[in-house]
């Protein structure tokens, strides 16, 4: 694929419960489709398993992130939400605010993901696709 047709759909799929997180995938699916797909781009010869290596890259990180998002929603979330009355936290939320690197780490990948991307300057892109 190249010249003007290529399209490339970021985060399309990527539907959460948890304001920000579909965001913070979608940045991150463009940010890891940016440091892949530039020096296709500038030649002006996009294939597609330049646009596969974007979807290999982030299919991964992005199924655990929404399971991890999913699992904190249905055992920590719905249940405060549910309850009638005075609501006791659930037992994962407790031990988490007692061990605050495990609360630190479940909001880290539940808000940023598995595999945070970082956009990468063009010598660092070129050193990448050597």
């Known amino acids: 694929m190249s010249g003007p047709d290529v399209a490339c759909r970021v985060g399309g799929r990527t539907t959460t ?4 997180v579909g965001i ?3 940045i991150s699916d463009a940010v890891a489709a940016a440091n892949v797909l530039t020096e296709p ?3 002006g010869h996009v294939r597609e398993s330049d646009l596969a290596a974007v979807q290999r890259r982030r299919e991964l990180p992005t199924r655990l992130t929404r399971s991890t998002q999913l699992l904190v929603q249905r ?8 309850s009638t009355g005075s609501a006791t936290l ?5 031990i988490a605010m007692r061990l605050p690197f495990l609360g630190r780490g479940i909001s880290r990948v539940t808000g940023i993901g598995f595999r945070h991307e970082h956009g990468l300057t063009r010598p660092a892109v070129q050193r990448q696709t050597a």
Request: hydrophobic share 50%; glycine share 4%; no cysteine.
């Open 17 to 20: 419960r948890s304001p920000g």
């Open 24 to 26: 913070n995938l979608a």
């Open 41 to 43: 781009l500038l030649a």
């Open 75 to 82: 055992s920590l979330v719905s249940p405060l939400w549910q």
């Open 90 to 94: 659930p037992l994962p939320m407790r």
